[in-house]
């Protein structure tokens, strides 16, 4: 084993003892094909499942998976028109299981999200019955401060840039702290605990996934 790898053992081995301190389930697969196939077996056949926008899910090949598994997915990239969308953004709510990453996660096991629209933090807050979270070990944190500066240095900039915003950071490469029209940052969710058991699950890649 490298040292890299060890060192990221040794981190996920303690921010899973912090999830577990806030009733989230915490997982550690050494590769992507790990942990896809370790998110995989908590997502029951022919069940409802949705998805928030993420370079980590397409990085890591879960997307592929959910879009050639036996399961009802609601794609909204298949929605005709803005009704169509918003429709898939409200039955996003009703899903079995929802499955995302995180901007940033911090060594004592919270989640830092920032959001533009809010559906993908919105669901999940509450909605879904179980929440699944691909996470590469590139996205830890030493606390919640260097965690919000991680999403809105890094994981906005690139994000805009990759959805063609028309914001500062997507000029600059850094936050303006911006009001903009585009403003991928107009919501910050930290999860610091989860009241519903079993249903946050996050699974902690030992690679650099995802802004």
Do not use: W
Request: charged residues 25%; positive net charge; glycine residues 8%.
């Amino acid at each position: 084993m490298t040292p890299k790898m060890k060192f990221y053992e040794n981190q996920a081995e303690s921010i899973i003892r912090n999830l577990k301190k806030r009733n989230m389930e915490g997982y550690y697969c050494p590769t992507r094909e790990e942990a896809v196939a370790k998110a995989l077996s908590f997502i029951q056949e022919g069940s409802l499942v949705s998805f928030g926008g993420s370079m980590t899910l397409s990085e890591s090949g879960m997307m592929d998976a959910l879009k050639t598994g036996n399961f009802q997915l609601i794609d909204r990239a298949l929605a005709k028109n803005p009704e169509e969308l918003k429709d898939c953004y409200r039955r996003s709510f009703l899903a079995d299981t929802y499955v995302m990453s995180t901007n940033a996660i911090t060594m004592d096991g919270k989640l830092v999200n920032i959001d533009g629209n809010g559906n993908r933090a919105a669901a999940l807050i509450y909605g879904p019955e179980q929440v699944l979270i691909l996470c590469g070990m590139n996205k830890v944190c030493k606390d919640e401060a260097a965690a919000i500066s991680r999403a809105h240095e890094t994981a906005a900039p690139m994000n805009a840039l990759r959805l063609s915003m028309d914001t500062p950071c997507a000029k600059t490469g850094s936050c303006a702290d911006c009001l903009s029209k585009d403003c991928i940052c107009a919501h910050t969710v930290i999860t610091r605990y989860n009241r519903m058991p079993g249903r946050i699950k996050v699974i902690l890649v030992g690679e650099a996934l995802g802004y």
